[in-house]
Structures are given as C-alpha cells and as structure tokens.
C-alpha cells in the first residue's frame, strides 16, 4: 500500500500544472472554489454544478460535523459548502479518498438552461434573455457551440471541470443513483449512512423532463459533450 501510494503521489508531482493546468482559464477560480476537503474525514469531494453538488455536501457535512447545522437551518446548502470548502494540494489529494459525481449531460445542460437563463446576471453577461424573458432552449444550445460551452461551469462539460486526472479518483458516482452511491460513501469514509440531507430550495426539475427533448437537440448535446458520454456514460451515446 505505501508503495502505490508513493507511486502516486510522484506521478501526481512530477506533472506540470498537475491540478486545474487543463482546465480552461476562465474557469479555474470556480472549479478550485468548488473543491471540498476534510482532512480529519480523509476525503476529497470536487462537486460539478448540476449534479446535486448541494444534497452531497449537505449530506457530507451532516456525517463529517454533526447534523442540526445542515438540515432546515441550511436550505439551499450554502453553510455546507463553506464548511467543506478546501482545495486539497497534490499530497493531500493523493493521500485522501478522492470522488466526484457526474450526471447524464442531457438533463444536465437542460437544468442550467432552466435554471441560469432567466436571469438577469446571465442576461447581461452571456446575452441568454432579453427583459427577463429566457432564449429557447434551442438557441442556447446554438449559443454553446458558438463558444458559449466553456465559458461558465453551470453548462462546460463535466470532463473539463475535475481537477487532476479523473482515473485518479477512488470513486465517480452518479447523479442518478444518488441515494444508494451517497450511502457506499458514507458507509466507507465516516462508517455509517445516516440517509440524504437534500437540499429544499432552488431545484429545477429537470429530472424527467428531458424526455420532452427533440431529437435534434438530443444529438447536439451529444456532440457538445461527447468526451463526458465517452469517460462517464458510454453505454448511452448512440454509436
């Protein structure tokens, strides 16, 4: 064990940039504002937006420091994100239980669409509504391939958002089996699962929706996040 620990870590050292230095400029300061670590817990978690980031952290905060704080107190999961907050350096991410979880880019990118298009900051910033009124879907999509996809984290591909090399992580959960992937981890990081501590405001309910998607639709999200389908959902891209 302490010798592919060693390899490891010296192949995490020797790389050039070896944390964000493939991640796109822009969008650094968000992927390491978003990275979670608890020494004393001995994990790492860097949560992608979209991906239930807060129900996890919620949920890792309750094991990791007791429960009050982060269950009604706490809707939106803000006071548990910052008490996880941590960007691990190579050593400490090399010694620790490293995850992340992904979900499927279809109802991923239609909940950011949902979710960021109408509003105001968005408006001004990526041009994605006119008077509070929201682009179609349709045209945000455009808009992405026009080189809106990596400009903001809410939508980039979840492949260019992980910090280090995703093969390194101990564990890559799913969004869509949420539950019983959050209880492998909490049975195995802290020795108990004490259930889900969702998050109780802002949701968008994408989940489900994205059945109502068009085919053509469909296959742009494909193209536009096609090395997530590649790394994390192979048995879904269309061959």
């Not at 539950?179 to 802002?202: Q, S």
Request: hydrophobic fraction near 40%; charge should be positive; glycine fraction near 8%.
């Amino acid at each position: 064990m302490a010798g592919l620990l060693h390899g490891r870590l010296s192949s995490l050292l020797a790389g050039k940039s070896r944390a964000t230095g493939h991640i796109p400029p822009p969008l650094r300061p968000q992927v390491r504002q978003r990275a979670c670590y608890v020494p004393r817990a001995g994990f790492c978690y860097f949560r992608l937006p979209k991906v239930a980031n807060s129900t996890i952290c919620k949920t890792l905060a309750s094991h990791a420091f007791g429960g009050e704080r982060f269950g009604e107190n706490d809707p939106t999961g803000a006071a548990a994100k910052a008490a996880l907050q941590r960007f691990p350096d190579a050593r400490q991410f090399a010694r620790s239980y490293s995850f992340a979880f992904v979900r499927d880019p279809v109802p991923r990118v239609l909940s950011a669409w949902r979710d960021k298009a109408p509003r105001p900051k968005f408006g001004a910033e990526y041009g994605l509504n006119t008077d509070g009124v929201p682009v179609s879907f349709t045209r945000f999509l455009e808009m992405l391939q026009e080189g809106l996809l990596l400009k903001d984290p809410h939508w980039a591909p979840q492949s260019v958002l992980l910090p280090y090399d995703p093969a390194r992580y101990a564990f890559i959960g799913r969004f869509e089996r949420l539950e019983p992937d959050m209880e492998t981890l909490c049975r195995h990081i802290f020795g108990r699962f004490d259930g889900l501590t969702t998050r109780t405001a802002g949701r968008t309910g994408a989940s489900g929706a994205d059945v109502r998607i068009a085919p053509e639709n469909r296959q742009m999200i494909y193209r536009l996040y096609e090395r997530d389908y590649d790394l994390f959902y192979s048995e879904i891209l269309p061959v």
